[in-house]
């Protein structure tokens, strides 16, 4: 299957010609059910008002958050044509994103990495200095996971928008924030109790808020990574795995992975528009742990439908024990890109 896909998509140096190769890699020998990823739909709006029965939106959503108080802002940039913008945006060339790429190994904690990824940009680039290295583990296991229907959350997925709504709550009631890697380890086979991971530790970093961009919104996703900085992304990564260079292209529609947005370019040798994402399978994954997806200025049109709502979700049946008819959601771009951005507000070091 690789030779077959390789084929006419090299020249004899190994420069691609057009599109993506693929390599073989971890990945290779592994199942789709078996590839690391954790984006938990059913608590994404979209969804998560179609499980919910009742009570007013606000309720639902406190419920959806956890119980927490929302810290959703509005997007606060001026909001420009595309044309206006710069043709290239890379906040890791800039020096906002931390260069050592992260492994969540088998655990579906892919919504903690790329929740700490845009913290960890966000202070930078506020700051003006290098990126520090945030710990996703107390992310993991000490961010409320409402709707887990018998699920413990945690290896077993959330949403980014809910990590910067626990960050933003514990930072406003100096219960905590983020913590330096160093402090607060990753282990995703870690038997802890949320309380006991941070004992004795301090927390280095908060954020005010989070933003939730317009969904399928070429526009906004534009004006946000070329204004603000990185961009946490839900997206289908159903068929990434096998990926090892060049402008990756899909009609995958099923939701079920979340990554970084670090910037936008137009490939020098092919001319092809793409975004630049990092992922968190490690350094060995793709081009150096990044993957670059194609692009395209009619992005807010190139739509399918999530036809498969209830993969990865165990609420799947009613109170009667009856399947629930959960509607399939509409996303655009390659991979779903344009479906669901957020990123962090306010970010700051703690004193």
């Not at 993991?140 to 409402?146: F, S, W």
């Not at 289908?236 to 995958?252: I, M, N, P, Q, R």
């Not at 992975?257 to 994402?277: F, M, P, R, S």
Request: hydrophobic residues 35%; aromatic residues 8%.
């Amino acid at each position: 299957m690789i030779l077959a896909h390789n084929e006419g998509r090299m020249d004899e140096s190994g420069e691609v010609l057009h599109g993506y190769v693929m390599g073989v890699n971890r990945f290779t020998d592994v199942d789709l059910e078996e590839l690391p990823m954790g984006y938990n739909k059913k608590l994404h709006p979209d969804w998560s008002s179609q499980f919910m029965q009742g009570g007013d939106v606000l309720a639902m959503e406190r419920r959806r958050l956890g119980g927490l108080e929302s810290y959703q802002q509005s997007p606060d940039f001026e909001m420009e044509d595309v044309s206006a913008l710069p043709q290239e945006v890379d906040w890791e060339l800039a020096g906002n994103v931390n260069p050592i790429i992260p492994n969540q190994q088998s655990c579906g904690s892919c919504w903690s990495f790329a929740a700490a990824a845009t913290t960890e940009a966000a202070l930078s680039i506020a700051s003006g200095e290098a990126p520090v290295t945030l710990s996703e583990q107390n992310l993991l296991e000490c961010t409320p996971n409402p709707f887990q229907c018998g699920g413990k959350g945690q290896c077993e997925g959330a949403t980014i928008e809910l990590a910067y709504n626990f960050v933003a709550d514990q930072t406003k009631s100096k219960k905590g924030g983020m913590f330096l890697l160093s402090d607060v380890k990753y282990n995703p086979n870690l038997d802890e109790k949320c309380d006991g991971l941070t004992d004795g530790k301090t927390p280095v970093a908060g954020i005010e808020g989070w933003v939730k961009l317009p969904s399928n919104n070429y526009k906004a996703l534009m004006n946000a990574v070329a204004k603000v900085g990185p961009v946490g992304l839900a997206l289908a990564a159903g068929e990434w795995s096998l990926y090892e260079k060049g402008v990756f292209e899909t009609t995958d529609t099923t939701v079920n992975h979340a990554v970084t947005l670090v910037g936008y370019g137009v490939d020098k040798k092919t001319g092809e528009k793409y975004w630049k994402i990092r992922n968190s399978w490690g350094v060995g994954y793709g081009e150096k742990g990044y993957i670059r997806v194609k692009r395209s200025d009619d992005d807010d049109n190139v739509c399918g439908m999530d036809n498969e709502p209830l993969v990865g979700v165990d609420c799947a049946l009613d109170g009667d024990g009856k399947m629930r008819d959960v509607k399939p959601v509409k996303v655009c771009g390659t991979s779903a890109v344009l479906f669901d951005g957020s990123y962090p507000v306010g970010a700051k070091y703690l004193s």
